[in-house]
T-cell receptor, first 112, second 110 residues
Framework: EPEVTQTPSHQVTQMGQEVILRCVPISNHLYFYWYRQILGQKVEFLVSFYNNEISEKSEIFDDQFSVERPDGSNFTLKIRSTKLEDSAMYFC??????????FGDGTRLSIL | QKEVEQNSGPLSVPEGAIASLNCTYSDRGSQSFFWYRQYSGKSPELIMFIYSNGDKEDGRFTAQLNKASQYVSLLIRDSQPSDSATYLCAVWEGAQKLVFGQGTRLTINP
């Protein structure tokens, strides 16, 4: 069964550094998403992406965040200058039109 | 921001019994509802989705939707220890954005 893949599984970064989280969505999906989950809290929506542009973003997704689909397969989330409070699990998801979203295994981001 | 509410549990059920998980949502206009299972330290895994009032069955799982009362539930029949996990209720909002509840932690006791 096709799946969403994310790399790396764990990223440790110094505060203030840039980090890029990578995702390969399911190949025939057209809608891509990033969510995050701080330890012990709800899964929170960050951003959705369709047709090479952002469809919707949350209040969390401020100017420090950006997304990109640099080629036909990858979907990336960049955090420009990381803060301690960015420590969380980051999940990429993808879906077809009006179809349920399928999640990758996540990247655990630890900011020191 | 639409709200999705779940009892955080823990909900403890003996093996072989029916586990019943409930979720309420704030927006009467919501149309699409999802149940995800999340094992500790893992990602959400889609279990069921339901769009229409009534019941939808898939193996040991049944999703129930009541739009008038704004609740959606998940029944797990013949509960197994491997069903022990956190169950997340989610509602579609806007451009396919999912709004999640805080999850109900379910423990199946052998």
């Amino acid at each position: 069964e096709p799946e969403v893949t994310q790399t790396p599984s764990h990223q440790v970064t110094q505060m203030g550094q840039e980090v890029i989280l990578r995702c390969v969505p399911i190949s025939n999906h057209l809608y891509f998403y990033w969510y995050r989950q701080i330890l012990g809290q709800k899964v929170e929506f960050l951003v959705s992406f369709y047709n090479n542009e952002i469809s919707e973003k949350s209040e969390i997704f401020d100017d420090q965040f950006s997304v990109e689909r640099p080629d036909g397969s990858n979907f990336t989330l960049k955090i420009r200058s990381t803060k301690l409070e960015d420590s969380a699990m980051y999940f990429c998801a993808s879906s077809g039109r009006n179809q349920p979203q399928h999640f990758g295994d996540g990247t655990r981001l630890s900011i020191l | 921001q639409k709200e999705v509410e779940q009892n955080s549990g823990p909900l403890s059920v003996p093996e072989g019994a029916i586990a019943s998980l409930n979720c309420t949502y704030s927006d009467r206009g919501s149309q699409s509802f999802f149940w995800y299972r999340q094992y500790s330290g893992k990602s959400p895994e889609l279990i069921m989705f339901i769009y229409s009032n009534g019941d939808k069955e898939d193996g040991r799982f049944t999703a129930q939707l009541n739009k008038a009362s704004q609740y959606v539930s998940l029944l797990i029949r013949d509960s197994q220890p491997s069903d022990s996990a956190t169950y997340l209720c989610a509602v579609w909002e806007g451009a396919q954005k999912l709004v999640f509840g805080q999850g109900t932690r379910l423990t199946i006791n052998p």
